[in-house]
């Protein structure tokens, strides 16, 4: 249903043991039926080399690792030192280039904008650990709000400074809406050149080794309001509202969030025109 509105890129889960997490144990036929949908450019969460392995046999097109600007989140979420993490993103493009070359590799950056566990992530620390990804094989690095601490002036600042030392190699935005600036913050992200936002369907995920990291952006709200600014995304807002039926159908006993799903769109909104 995503595909048929539009969005050209899912990540379809992460490959990582059944045991730390059961719910992502069939990450691989969902992944091979995802690789059906023409046009779509399937990618999955990889933390480790063996989980690489098993993402490049199911036909992915694109590999990201998460590597935490943290160090303490890294313990928590990997089990292992930023350095160590950029070692492992070192084998991992090593092994693409070997087997697979033309998948895509993505650093992803967690905590960059702060850590519950840690608390504030210097921004030199942020940038130095961008560089080492994109030394180390990533073809693109992006920063992420893993507990919601961004604010608009702090996103627009770190995202410059990313790509003045990677220039296109400077990847997505990845932002939450745990204190309510998602929104602001995609926004702040889009006024200094970033074009790729992460984002989910109802607001669903979140990660399970950062305490208060729930809220992700909602999808159908981001759309809409680039839409509503005159920015056009290619995704069809009605048929993304209806997409939301499945996810109902799937996981009745989760919330689902967004504010334009709820309100509705605007009275004589017409998607594709620019609205004052």
Same mark, same amino acid.
């Given at each position: 249903?995503?595909?048929?509105?539009?969005?050209?890129?899912?990540?379809?889960?992460?490959?990582?043991?059944?045991?730390?997490?059961?719910?992502?144990?069939?990450?691989?036929?969902?992944?091979?039926?995802?690789?059906?949908?023409?046009?779509?450019?399937?990618?999955?969460?990889?933390?480790?080399?063996?989980?690489?392995?098993?993402?490049?046999?199911?036909?992915?097109?694109?590999?990201?690792?998460?590597?935490?600007?943290?160090?303490?989140?890294?313990?928590? %979420?990997?089990?292992?030192?930023?350095?160590?993490?950029?070692?492992?993103?070192?084998?991992?493009?090593?092994?693409?280039?070997?087997?697979?070359?033309?998948?895509?590799?993505?650093?992803?950056?967690?905590?960059?904008?702060?850590?519950?566990?840690?608390?504030?992530?210097?921004?030199?620390?942020?940038?130095?650990?961008?560089?080492?990804?994109?030394?180390?094989?990533?073809?693109?690095?992006?920063?992420?709000?893993?507990?919601?601490?961004?604010?608009?002036?702090?996103?627009?600042?770190? =995202?410059?400074?990313?790509?003045?030392?990677?220039?296109?190699?400077?990847?997505?935005?990845?932002?939450?809406?745990?204190?309510?600036?998602?929104?602001? %913050?995609?926004?702040?992200?889009?006024?200094?050149?970033?074009?790729? =936002?992460?984002?989910?369907?109802?607001?669903?995920?979140?990660?399970?080794?950062?305490?208060?990291?729930?809220?992700?952006?909602?999808?159908?709200? $981001?759309?809409?309001?680039?839409?509503?600014?005159?920015?056009?995304?290619?995704?069809?807002?009605?048929?993304?509202?209806?997409?939301?039926?499945?996810?109902?159908?799937?996981?009745?006993?989760?919330?689902?969030?967004?504010?334009?799903?709820?309100?509705? $769109?605007?009275?004589?909104?017409?998607?594709?025109?620019?609205?004052?």
């Amino acid at each position: 249903a995503l595909a048929a509105a539009g969005v050209r890129e899912i990540e379809v889960g992460s490959f990582v043991p059944p045991s730390l997490l059961p719910q992502m144990a069939d990450v691989a036929q969902v992944a091979v039926h995802a690789l059906s949908h023409r046009g779509l450019t399937v990618m999955a969460l990889v933390p480790n080399l063996r989980g690489a392995q098993a993402a490049l046999d199911s036909g992915v097109h694109k590999l990201t690792v998460p590597l935490s600007a943290s160090e303490a989140h890294s313990q928590a %979420n990997v089990r292992k030192t930023r350095a160590q993490m950029v070692d492992e993103l070192r084998r991992i493009a090593a092994l693409r280039d070997e087997r697979h070359p033309r998948v895509r590799l993505e650093a992803g950056l967690s905590t960059a904008f702060g850590c519950t566990l840690q608390g504030p992530v210097a921004e030199d620390e942020v940038i130095r650990l961008a560089v080492q990804a994109a030394e180390a094989g990533a073809d693109e690095v992006g920063l992420s709000d893993t507990v919601g601490c961004a604010n608009p002036a702090q996103v627009q600042r770190l =995202f410059r400074r990313l790509r003045a030392e990677l220039g296109d190699r400077a990847g997505a935005a990845h932002l939450h809406n745990t204190r309510g600036l998602g929104l602001a %913050n995609c926004l702040a992200a889009y006024e200094v050149g970033v074009t790729t =936002f992460d984002a989910s369907q109802g607001g669903l995920g979140g990660c399970p080794y950062a305490p208060g990291a729930s809220g992700n952006v909602v999808t159908e709200d $981001l759309v809409f309001m680039f839409e509503a600014m005159g920015v056009a995304t290619g995704i069809d807002w009605q048929a993304l509202i209806a997409a939301r039926g499945a996810l109902q159908a799937g996981l009745p006993d989760e919330p689902l969030y967004g504010m334009t799903p709820l309100a509705g $769109l605007p009275l004589g909104f017409k998607q594709g025109a620019t609205h004052a």
